[in-house]
């Protein structure tokens, strides 16, 4: 289910398969007509706020927010709730993110990899936000919440998906890898890229490759891991933002033959077996019937 080329070549070969499923599903919007996901969207999206809200009791989430830079905000921005704060949307993404996660009361995710998928809320309500915003300002149709539920359940599915078979954790790579991926593909289409643009933001996504999940355990275990989301689905904010720019995606990103040079040999080997791009295609087929 992988692209099948010669390494030889300069010839760029199809999309993964996986990365070509993951934008059908995120194109496929208008499909998701279940009153009882969208419920549950909304249910997630109250309790993640609650979550961010009450992490501003905790001085060590408060000295996070903010402009990375003193005063580099931005009126019209994203604004940051609970806050006065309006910046750019990428970390507009990063704070709402760390807010979300600070306290690791939000949702979670039990499969072959854990996770909180609400995670995805940080670049999801500092994009749509600054949409809507600009889009007003501009005279334009703004953002509905029905959109940013959809976009909830998108990044949900592709998550939850992702996680059943693939055990990041099992090589010490932290499961915020999956927020990233998730988070691009629906703000790609948020912003209105098409499945081209989504494809690149997808591929840039997987190459960037996880964080080691070092802050996670002991004697390393540190505030890391409470930001560590904000800083993925910010990153996808940033990818999202490129890639309706015009940067290039790599379609084999997923398949392309590794090579670890050693002195006086060169070792290849593909990336992970396909088998696990069909399973995980035909489960994201299952969930957009299951929203349907």
Known sequence: ?????????????????????????????DEIISDEAIDTARLCLMDSLGCGLLALNYPACVKML????????????ARVPGTSYELDPVQAAFNIGAMVRWLDFNDTWLAAEWGHPSDNVGGLLALTDYLSRKRI????????????????????????????????????????????????????????GTREDIINALSNAFIDGG????????????????????????????????????????????S?????????????????PSKRSSIHCSALRKARRRNG
């Open 1 to 29: 289910m992988m692209s099948r080329y010669d390494p030889t070549s300069t010839v760029r070969p199809e999309p993964d398969a996986l990365l070509q499923q993951i934008a059908e599903y995120v194109l496929s919007k």
């Open 66 to 77: 903010g402009p990375i830079v003193p005063g580099a905000a931005m009126q019209g921005g």
């Open 211 to 254: 964080a080691l999940r070092t802050y996670r355990h002991a004697p390393n275990t540190g505030s890391r891991k409470s930001w560590a989301a904000g800083d993925a689905t910010s990153r996808a904010v940033w990818l999202a933002l490129h890639a309706l720019r015009g940067e290039m995606g790599y379609p084999s990103a997923l």
């Open 256 to 272: 392309a033959i590794r090579e670890l040079r050693i002195p006086g040999k060169i070792a290849a080997r593909p990336s992970e």
């Open 137 to 192: 300002s501009d005279g334009e149709r703004p953002v509905t919440m029905r959109d940013l539920l959809l976009g909830m359940i998108q990044a949900h599915e592709i998550q939850g998906v992702l996680a059943l078979e693939n055990s990041f954790n099992r090589v010490g790579l932290d499961h915020v890898l999956l927020v990233r991926v998730a988070s691009a593909g629906v703000l790609t289409r948020l912003l209105g």
